[in-house]
């Protein structure tokens, strides 16, 4: 365990049931009347998967498709009243907060997912300090401070920052949900969440100590702290005679006499001939003459059987087959219906807008950092995948302790996990550069089709050369020639006929032509080996310095 001091910090050491308590309640659903309970199962253990640092675990969720809640008060109530507030936690499908010393309000998410998660959320609340509050009866409906942390399901990807904030007119509160939130890195490493809320307002996520997402409390949440000043007066009304059509149709234009209404968009090309290879007696189609009927074909119950209809070959060769008749063109004269031009309208006032009022239920909170004292924090998800796994969280004031914890924590296992996963990938296998490095026993197709390509393309620059560079090819060609003048020979010596001349003249250059390939293989081979170490030398020597 490290050792830092937090408001709240949380390992999940084996004492960790003094602290959590899982919630037995109901979960509360406007839309619809049925009732869900939190029957999701937890548990504190290692991961199953990229272990990382050996011994350390996490609060798990066990169940998929299940709905999760678990919570643990604070030792002492968190008021960030001008101070930052920190909190962050691990979740590899498992997570943990810590607590930093500052002046600003700092939340750490340290996050891990392990399989990915595809539908479910792995975010945490702070919940709000409440005498009622009790474990067993967390949930959905749980006033809570700050929600924060990765959702993804769907189109869905971000890290939720959401707080509520209290109206001081109306006691009232209303969650302010922050806008573009940064996307959560859906994977199966560790990955650490970071909020740090500042005095002046400000705020940051960090994403593995990386700033993703700076901003105001002020600014950029949706919907705003702080009421519009001025609103519309609701009972202010538009005149009847306000006009605000900005354009009109001209009222004075008139029709041109010219201008024929009736006109076709197209009409024939009187200039069009007809082709001279134009097949006037073929039809476009015609029966399938490779069609059969099928066996199975019964006139009486089907019906006389009719073959399909293909396009005729013989108009796919000329212009066209059938009735010949002359394209259409666009007509120069068509000018479709006449309207009348827009002009400016004289009587146009402008968009009309009600007046402004003050608006009586505005206020200005300055300092929306400075958030209700909170009491808890819990998890209350759902989620499609098991094993989303808590850890090291930390909520508190203090952004160097974050960085402290993250040093001794993250920074030790995520390197871990990233070589084991590395190690676990499959390796692509090499490709060979050329076909002198293909072995015969790897791909015996690939093998000797790359030989004698290369053995016919150096054949057509230099035949000898060829025979000196791929010797294996040349052999197994001259092989298989003495091989037909065998078979050759066994035949007549079967039928009991003496050979012609012209047959063992031929046997005899085939025999001779095998024994100077095999002695050209040989040559060959051995030159081959000597221009191989030839150039290993030259290699050898261009590397290393002049050779003595």
Not at 41 to 65: F, Q, R, S, T, Y
Not at 112 to 119: R, T, V
Request: glycine content about 6%.
């Amino acid at each position: 365990p490290v050792k830092i001091k937090a408001p709240f910090f949380e390992q999940f050491t084996d004492d960790w049931l003094s602290r959590w308590a899982p919630s037995h309640a109901k979960k509360q659903d406007s839309k619809s009347d049925e009732d869900w309970a939190y029957v999701g199962e937890w548990a504190v253990e290692e991961p199953h998967v990229l272990k990382g640092i050996i011994g350390d675990k996490g609060l798990v969720v066990k169940n998929a498709a299940a709905h999760h809640a678990i919570s643990a008060k604070f030792p002492d109530t968190i008021d960030n009243k001008g101070k930052t507030l920190v909190v962050q936690y691990e979740v590899k499908l498992q997570g943990r907060p810590y607590y930093d010393r500052n002046d600003a309000i700092q939340i750490k998410l340290l996050i891990s997912f392990a399989d990915g998660l595809e539908c479910g959320g792995a975010y945490m609340k702070l919940l709000q300090d409440n005498k009622a509050l009790h474990a067993e009866e967390f949930s959905n409906a749980s006033p809570y401070v700050i929600m924060f942390g990765p959702d993804k399901c769907g189109a869905t990807n971000k890290v939720h920052f959401i707080f509520k904030h209290k109206n001081p007119k109306t006691g009232e509160y209303e969650e302010k949900h922050l806008n573009a939130a940064p996307m959560a890195r859906i994977e199966k490493l560790t990955n650490l969440y970071t909020l740090i809320v500042k005095p002046d307002q400000s705020f940051q996520i960090r994403i593995n100590g990386e700033a993703i997402k700076n901003g105001s409390l002020l600014e950029d949440f949706s919907p705003p702290v702080n009421p519009e000043k001025l609103i519309d007066d609701e009972s202010d009304k538009k005149p009847e005679d306000w006009v605000d059509q900005a354009r009109i149709a001209d009222p004075d234009a008139t029709k041109p006499d010219d201008w024929d209404e009736d006109a076709p968009y197209e009409i024939v090309d009187e200039s069009a001939t007809k082709p001279d290879d134009w097949l006037d007696d073929e039809p476009a189609m015609i029966p399938d003459p490779e069609a059969e009927k099928p066996e199975d074909w019964d006139d009486e119950e089907d019906g006389d059987w009719v073959p399909p209809m293909v396009p005729n070959p013989k108009c796919e060769e000329a212009s066209g087959c059938g009735v010949w008749e002359p394209p259409m063109k666009k007509n120069e004269a068509y000018k479709g219906k006449w309207t009348a031009p827009f002009i400016d309208n004289p009587l146009y006032k402008g968009a009309w807008a009600p007046r402004k009022i003050d608006n009586p239920n505005y206020f200005e909170d300055k300092t929306p950092a400075d958030f209700e004292p909170m009491g808890a924090i819990g998890f209350e998800i759902w989620t499609m995948q098991p094993n989303v796994l808590f850890d090291n969280i930390f909520v508190g004031h203090s952004i160097e302790d974050a960085e402290k914890l993250k040093a001794e924590t993250y920074d030790i296992k995520h390197p871990i996990e990233v070589a084991e996963d590395e190690s676990t990938k499959p390796k692509p296998a090499e490709i060979p550069k050329s076909p002198m490095d293909l072995k015969f026993m790897d791909d015996p197709m690939l093998y000797i089709r790359e030989k004698v390509q290369l053995f016919f393309t150096i054949a057509q620059r230099d035949p000898m050369e060829a025979v000196r560079f791929v010797p294996e090819v040349a052999g197994g060609m001259a092989l298989m020639a003495v091989s037909l003048i065998a078979i050759i020979a066994i035949a007549f010596g079967a039928s009991g006929a003496t050979p012609p001349p012209q047959v063992k003249k031929a046997a005899e250059k085939a025999k001779e032509a095998a024994v100077d390939a095999k002695d050209q293989v040989v040559d060959a081979t051995a030159t081959g080996t000597e221009k191989v170490q030839a150039e290993v030398n030259k290699r050898t020597t261009r590397s290393s310095g002049t050779v003595e």
